[in-house]
């Protein structure tokens, strides 16, 4: 409805158990789900095709990059999803967010800045006044729901 693509749920090649703690950088390439710890750095290859998917057991201490990133644990430190971000309600992070297009659940938490990457300002919200005019909102705006009409 209304022409939203419908989420498939990405290939899981790798799994990482809710017991497990890995100490240093990591680099996958398809489906990477995180049930456990990580300290260091996760990146996926830069095909366009990985997807890493974080549980709400799942952490982060380090950058994350990824095609895809559907988070529903915590990240402390940076995001950078080319493609798609998925914040779930438990979500929370520690850093910047880089993205292509994101969607958060209400009770995801960002402390950092959002910054959508090239090619997203296309999508970029517009507002209608009831004069028919229109005007591109401007970040501000759009991340305090604050809005000007001429």
């Known amino acids: 409805m209304f022409g939203r693509k419908k989420h498939t749920n990405p290939r899981i090649d790798t799994l990482v158990g809710k017991s497990a703690k890995l100490v240093g950088d990591m680099e996958f390439s398809g489906g990477l789900h995180l049930d456990g710890r990580v300290v260091g750095n996760i990146r996926g290859v830069a095909d366009g095709k990985s997807a890493l998917s974080i549980s709400e057991h799942g952490g982060v201490d380090g950058t994350v990059e990824a095609a895809s990133v559907v988070l529903n644990g915590s990240v402390n430190g940076d995001i950078f999803a080319r493609e798609r971000v998925v914040m779930g309600a438990q979500a929370r992070v520690n850093g910047n967010v880089s993205y292509g297009i994101i969607e958060m659940a209400p009770g995801a938490i960002i402390t950092g800045k959002l910054m959508p990457l090239a090619g997203a300002r296309a999508?970029?919200?517009?507002?209608?006044?009831?004069?028919?005019?229109t005007a591109a909102l401007s970040d501000d705006e759009i991340l305090t729901g604050a809005s000007k009409v001429a």
């Open 123 to 133: 999508a970029q919200p517009v507002l209608s006044s009831a004069s028919g005019s």
